[in-house]
DNA sequence: AATGAATGAGATTTCATTCAT
DNA sequence: GATGAATGAAATCTCATTCAT
């Protein structure tokens, strides 16, 4: 039995590192030019291999996009604490996004392997039942965020609140879109991320509700 | 004469046809599955006879683009009149482009196609002399436009209109890319619309100097 | 009548100026880069209208062939008086040759299209009855001469004059056939020319019947 | 341990294989006609496997030049002794010359690729820093055995050496390119050898020093 | 007589996937 | 469990040749 589970320990191990070399492979490259024959080569074992441990492409892309998304959600999980303000779980959510697109581009992942295998999915998203539960679940931590701002009378009462978080996705994942296809060597993070930071703020003040203070949503300096 | 006049309007026309053709499967397919045989195939022509056209699948591209903007600008152009207040000249651009996006779609393909051919552009758009002269003129318009409106007082006078430019185009590019994701036979243009006018709104809320009345962006029923 | 005739020679004129056109191509590119398209291109006609005149490509190479031959033997025969000496006539033979070829490459063509056309020609040149009537008459002149040359007491009266004939052929067929894939650009007339009479004279003190004074066949400066 | 070796072995073979069918093919079409479908039908492989092995054609067509020379050079060591004679050398280098091309032609395919990989070569073979390892040893011992006839006054003291390097080269290319060219069938070996060996008899002549005695360059009986 | 337009057949190359060992 | 080897299918592009006008 200790066997058995050193085996299972070590070929999960070995499924994850697949995984992260793929993703490090989609930053560079892009998941369109990704191919089988990258993944193995980084993963320094055969393609073969590689299909031992995923039935295909796509369900290697799919897992890498579950992986990511529930990286980003513990994440989330970790920092929110209950009883926050809506404005404070918004820069609480912002933090994290920030905090890994900044560093681990888990967010960049997520999105453009997703965009790639369902294509069009954004504006279906809240209605779909074809969103994969970790993504479901940003998306519905994200709508209750809103909700929340607006029954505590930052957000305009009138705003629709499945709208509104599709356009803050659909946001985010033009802003990694884009990014990703900046060739890696050319890419710098404090620009991308600073223009984001901007448009973040400038789509918080879309929402505010009349009268109510700009300098709220200054979440860049958080 | 005639017959020469007649000859060269046929080519023309049959140029116009592949390139039609082609949109139309890049609006199914995504630029990156678009191939020269389903081109040929949809055009009703061989493969050869397209390349008699155009000198390869990039230059098709490339064509496709300027196309694209030469007949949105056009058409900014046609509706668009001397004096007109910047919020005006903001109402005029998006009819415009609602008229081409819901109809025909030319935003949609000039965005897409874009960023396959330079990805990564849209963060450098406005720095970059690498624009198609097309595109360009879009993007000086489109920061003239908000420039003014910076100058008449609407908007926030801190506004990076630079930034600002970038912010509409990329959301706008990226709706584009959404809806030119979903699968044909599933996308509905009214829904679609409604959702990038309500973003359009929020995001010129977003830009609004404080206290300027938000019913002044009510851009859909203009 | 008159102006059948009129139409007669302006086809032929026609004919001419396109495998003029070929030839300058085949000097520039070789053979086996030449394309229908490009003939078109230079004789400025569209490729259809070479088709009238030619019926293919194989049949247009074989036209300069020919062409090119009879240039060459009506040189030859312009040059060569009756009542030459053996060793004249090979003098006489070398001018027309270095003529032709140093100004207007008519032999390098005959060479590297025939070998294009009918691979491995040389070997069985002479016995065969494959070759072109002019070819063929450029064999019987030059082995004419080498029969004389024996009878006239130069040449090893062992000498096999089929297989002097082959080899003189050859060498000179190699050296065209070197010297059109050298690019254009690079090409010197002069130091292949030297090469090739510094490669002939040898040939022919090889063929010398020994005692010769070898003086007698410095035919560079003849 | 012996598994991994008798891989590389096999893959050694295989390796081989396409390149010995590769060769097949040259000498029945010509390296022109030579397509990679071809010889992937030859090698009973699909065209992938081919590209597994060879990056490209032109990868390809240069192993096969290195190989052939390769082969050549070591049959020629193999052969030659030290302390031979200038004439006993060259008759050495003919024995190799005429074993290889009579049984294996090998020298046929090195000359044949070579001058499709770098056209007009021969003219400044001896000159030019772009000729492959092999390819340049070939030369260089040539040039050296016709260096030391010179020095034991068989050859013409004024014979330049490096353009008569040239000129033996140059005619066993022809030979070979001619006899490539022949349609396999009807290829005969023994009557292209014959003639090839004439030639170079003949050629040998010529570059002999005055009041030599020709039997010594009997070389076809050696 | 001339040509613009069209095309079939084929060339090189790439990649996800399978299978025997 | 791991892999080297193999491949089918497809993508981009080229060229000799035909045909309606």
Chains 1, 2, 3, 4 share one sequence.
Request: with cysteine; charged share 25%; glycine share 6%.
């Amino acid at each position: 039995m200790g066997i058995s589970e050193r085996r299972e320990r070590e070929k999960n191990a070995r499924r994850r590192a697949i995984l992260e070399r793929a993703k490090e492979l989609i930053l560079q490259k892009g998941v369109e030019r990704l191919t089988m024959e990258d993944v193995a080569q980084r993963a320094e074992l055969s393609k073969a291999t590689i299909y031992l441990y995923f039935s295909g492409k796509e369900v290697l892309l799919n897992e890498i996009c579950e992986e990511s998304a529930r990286t980003f959600l513990e994440h989330f999980k970790s920092i929110a604490e209950n009883g926050l303000t809506g404005i404070n779980a918004l820069k609480c959510f912002w933090r994290g996004y920030v905090k890994l697109f900044g560093h681990s581009n888990e967010m960049l992942i997520i999105f453009e392997v997703r965009s790639f295998l369902n294509p069009g999915q954004p504006f279906v998203l809240l209605e779909s039942e074809s969103n994969t539960e970790q993504v479901s679940a940003i998306l519905d931590t994200l709508k209750a965020i809103i909700d929340q701002c607006k029954d505590e009378g930052i957000f305009d009462p009138g705003l629709d609140s499945a709208m509104a978080t599709r356009l803050v996705l659909s946001m985010f994942s033009n802003s990694m879109y884009i990014a990703s296809r900046i060739p890696a060597e050319s890419r710098k993070f404090s620009s991308i991320l600073e223009e984001i930071t901007n448009t973040f703020r400038i789509v918080l003040q879309g929402f505010a509700k009349e009268g109510i203070d700009r300098s709220l949503f200054d979440i860049g300096n958080a």
